[in-house]
């Protein structure tokens, strides 16, 4: 099963990269608003492009394999796996746009994967409770939400990379709790469909995930992607750890692992940031066949 779950995750986080370089394309065609425009319009107009409606349609494929990993492993595994994103926007970056990965980009490709398989392997997450007791539900949705609103508040007094890290962090939070929700409304299947769908986790899973949703599309307008990205893709996965110990009692083993786990830990994040320096994902957004201005791109991101 843990394998199963593995595959999903992988498959999910494929989807995701898809999704991410289509709404990124989107994003980068529709330009900043015109003077004058209302506010939030920009959003308006992401809706009506083709390429960002197939991104959006993928990314709820992405879900459902999301969904599906999650029940049948820990969320301390799954969402980890799932920041492999940044790896497969690489790959569908470069294979979309014809472009190649230069060296420093395949040494931070192999950074990452073997960061995160050493985390993994060391920390050697376990499934815990399938689901989870509400004071614990309340407690995490008062400090989630308090962290978020208090991230929200910081970034507007931020310049550019700044708020985009933050708002990256913000965003991560919602997904992580949004995968959660999910896992939770999951573990309550042996007691049937109807187990599911009259409790409340579900419903809160697609409100928490729609709003995640949107505030990435202000994430990714708020500054670079340099700063955004890896703030998103290691977010996401840390803050399941955390929940799958705190929410799901999974069992994380530290100990005489901590130092190691720590040093995998910085190399997945060294990897993390210099991928998202790669041109094929601060750049998957020029037109085939165009030569983009690196910098002038990484400050429209």
């Known amino acids: 099963m843990l394998a199963l779950s593995i595959g999903l995750a992988l498959l999910a986080a494929l989807g995701n990269a898809g999704a991410s370089v289509l709404q990124r394309r989107a994003a980068a ?37 999301q969904a599906l990993a999650l029940a049948t492993g820990p969320l301390s595994v799954v969402q980890p796996v799932m920041s492999t994103e940044l790896m497969f926007t690489l790959v569908v970056g470069g294979f979309v746009f014809h472009r190649r ?3 420093r980009t395949r040494w931070a ?49 931020l310049p550019p990379s700044a708020r985009a890290a933050v708002l990256g962090t913000a965003t991560a939070t919602g997904f992580a ?24 986790m579900p419903y809160a899973a697609i409100v928490v995930g729609l709003g995640s949703f949107l505030l990435l599309q202000v994430t990714l307008r708020a500054g670079s992607l340099v700063a955004s990205q ?13 929940l799958g ?15 190691p786990e720590a040093l995998a830990l910085a190399l997945l994040v060294a990897g993390c940031v210099q991928l998202a320096r790669s041109p094929l994902v601060t750049e998957d957004s020029a037109a085939p066949g165009e030569e983009a201005d690196p910098t002038a791109r990484q400050d429209h991101w």
């Open 109 to 157: 490709f192999a950074a990452m994967a073997v960061g995160l398989g050493a985390f993994l392997a060391l920390a050697d997450p376990t499934d815990g409770r399938a689901t989870v007791p509400m004071a614990a539900w309340l407690w995490t949705a008062l400090g989630a939400g308090l962290f978020m609103a208090v991230l929200g508040a910081v970034s507007t007094r």
């Open 245 to 259: 110990v705190c929410l799901f009692a999974e069992d994380v083993h530290l100990g005489w692992r901590v130092a």
């Open 177 to 200: 709790v949004t995968a959660a929700l999910l896992k939770d409304a999951l573990g309550r299947l042996p007691d049937g469909v109807d187990a599911v769908l009259t409790s409340w």
């Open 230 to 242: 890896p703030a998103l893709t290691l977010g996401d996965a840390l803050l399941s750890v955390v």
């Open 101 to 103: 990965p230069d060296a």
């Open 29 to 65: 065609e529709l330009g900043p608003d015109p003077a004058g425009a209302a506010h939030g319009s920009w959003l308006t107009g992401l809706v009506h492009r083709r390429v960002w409606v197939w991104g959006a349609a993928l990314l709820g494929v992405s879900g459902v394999l």
